[in-house]
């Protein structure tokens, strides 16, 4: 049975919200190794996994004309999304480091009206708004919450995720393999954090060289799903499938260390999964209604 693209991407990125979800569980249990060295260990197994996949499918290290640009972008806004990620899951419930990472589609609302002059409907602006008090009630900013400055990370890794996941989302359309783009973000985050590891590295046990070459292996996993998903299906059809992650997070977040979101955290969750949904029912039907006039 041959299946279309539209359901490809929505089988490709509920897989990448397993394989996140576990990638930031095994970030969590290595303990107290710095967030700049857990992102090393994970790109570099994503960069030996790509680099194997490139030469197994033949696809070559041409960069075609008119995309590096989109590739620096990518990986430069993913490397800063990914430090800062890994920051808010050492500090913070790990569902609520999760939620904050998937403000990226609303932040890419708001990149494109400022950077592109894309026109924003009502529809959207009320999401943006709503899905950001959401966002609040996880951050809970307040003088007493110590947490307040991990959660200010994970808002702002979600930030650069939304960035250097559109920009996945260009180069697919403008030809580039999957596993190039994962190469080239893998490769240019190591090498940016590699100076670091060279002066500064913490030594670890072999129970967590075990558990982060597991994290490297689930992020790989993700990283290449969710690259498939955005190159078989726009974001507006698929994008809130994305929220699987945050279900898997909680659920293991609970059973491995008994974290329980506060109430004002579920309120946000609730307000920011329900508002990706509004959108996403919106967007289906507003692209529904432009197909039929076209075929009309």
Request: charged share 15%.
């Amino acid at each position: 049975m041959k299946i279309n693209k539209k359901y490809k991407g929505v089988i490709f990125i509920l897989i990448a919200g397993m394989c996140f979800a576990l990638m930031a569980i095994f970030v969590r249990l290595a303990g107290d190794v710095p967030s700049v060295q857990k992102s090393f260990f994970r790109n570099s197994i994503a960069l030996v996994c790509s680099l194997i996949l490139i030469f197994k499918q033949k696809i070559g290290f041409k960069i075609q004309k008119g995309n590096l640009k989109f590739f620096i972008l990518r990986a430069s806004f993913g490397t800063a999304g990914l430090l800062l990620y890994f920051y808010s899951i050492d500090h913070l419930v790990v569902a609520d480091a999760t939620m904050l990472n998937k403000m990226s589609p609303f932040f890419a609302i708001v990149c494109s009206f400022i950077f592109l002059k894309e026109k924003l409907t009502p529809v959207q602006v009320i999401s943006v708004i709503v899905a950001f008090v959401g966002s609040m009630f996880v951050v809970k900013p307040t003088f007493q919450n110590i947490d307040i400055i991990p959660a200010i990370a994970g808002l702002l890794g979600g930030l650069s995720a939304g960035v250097a996941y559109t920009c996945v989302r260009k180069l697919g359309q403008r030809g580039e393999k999957g596993p190039f783009i994962v190469f080239f973000f893998s490769a240019f985050s190591t090498a940016v954090t590699l100076p670091y590891i060279i002066m500064n590295f913490s030594p670890m046990t072999m129970q967590q060289f075990i558990i982060l070459v597991f994290a490297g292996i689930f992020a790989s996993g993700g990283q290449f799903a969710i690259t498939a998903a955005y190159c078989y299906a726009p974001a507006r059809e698929i994008s809130v499938f994305d929220y699987s992650q945050v279900v898997y997070t909680a659920i293991l977040g609970f059973f491995l260390f008994d974290q329980i979101p506060d109430v004002f955290s579920i309120i946000g969750y609730v307000l920011i999964i329900g508002t990706a949904v509004g959108m996403f029912i919106y967007n289906k039907k507003n692209a529904e209604g432009i197909d039929e006039a076209v075929d009309g």
